[in-house]
């Protein structure tokens, strides 16, 4: 069996040239060993604003902190968002389950020689569908614009709310790649090109009260982006952020989840 595993494996996790969708073949699938198959230890979605257009060097390091945090037990969520219309809309771009082994007193229950096969795919998948979040990653992130007129992202909290509370997994994050300026019918964030200061409370209250909160169910949240400026904007004023921040805090709170940083945009800690 292990002498097959290799060349199969890898072709489970290639991409789809038009979708960048890994497909849902797994370890357990491979060697028949579904019913030992534990359940998700974290929910991971990461959101793409498809409005927000970062650099080559912001790609490269929001795709490396991604690549640093994923680890075997995983089910990564990658979602594009921009607001809702014919052309744009919250879509899945991808969902890749990172395998890991059963607990110990599950694995005891495994011949011998199907614990090593398992063993050894585990471990090699770990290469590969990290290769193939990077790619989805990357991808989702050159596709930005900013033609885009809206950015919903209210919106996107909203809709990932019901995946984030039906997951098994004990742990859930969410990272969400967007320069956090919401700009829709549901709330905008601008006084003509520059950004409103904002009020945290009214702003919450004024969601709660019509029912735009999300459900997050606890989840860990960071945001790499937030406020970027595009190039011909200049810099933003440090209340303006400052503002920004304290919305989108509040906001996450409200939602049921917690808000670890808010990066300006890199946060300076990793994604756990």
């Not at 909203?158 to 098994?168: H, N, P, T, V, W």
């Not at 859930?172 to 950004?195: C, E, M, P």
């Not at 400052?242 to 996450?252: D, K, N, P, S, T």
């Amino acid at each position: 069996m292990r002498a097959f595993i290799l060349p199969i494996l890898a072709a489970i996790v290639t991409l789809s040239a038009q979708a960048a969708q890994p497909t849902a073949a797994d370890c357990y699938t491979l060697l028949s060993l579904e019913k030992f198959k534990p359940v998700p230890s974290r929910e991971l979605v990461i959101l793409i604003d498809q409005t927000t257009v970062f650099s080559s060097d912001l790609v490269n390091t929001f795709a490396a902190k991604v690549a640093k945090t994923v680890q075997p037990g995983d089910r990564v969520s990658l979602i594009g968002f921009s607001a809702v219309s014919n052309k744009h809309h919250v879509h899945e771009l991808a969902t890749v389950d990172v395998d890991r082994m059963p607990e110990p007193a599950i694995e005891r229950d495994l011949p011998v020689r199907r614990a090593a096969d398992l063993s050894q795919c585990v471990t090699l998948q770990k290469v590969t569908k990290a290769r193939a979040i990077d790619t989805a990653v990357r991808v989702a992130l050159k596709r930005a614009s900013h033609t885009i007129p809206f950015s919903e992202i209210v919106g996107a909290f909203r809709d990932i709310g019901g995946r984030l509370k039906a997951s098994e997994a004990k742990t859930r994050v969410v990272i969400v790649a967007t320069d956090g300026l919401q700009h829709s019918a549901t709330l905008t964030f601008y006084d003509h090109k520059a950004i409103r200061l904002l009020d945290a409370e009214k702003e919450v209250t004024g969601l709660r009260a019509r029912g735009l909160l999300s459900d997050l169910a606890g989840a860990r949240v960071y945001v790499f982006g937030g406020g970027l400026a595009p190039p011909d904007a200049g810099f933003r004023d440090q209340a303006e952020l400052v503002a920004l921040e304290a919305f989108w805090r509040r906001y996450v709170k409200d939602s049921g989840g917690e808000l670890v940083a808010f990066g300006k945009p890199v946060p300076l800690v990793d994604f756990k």
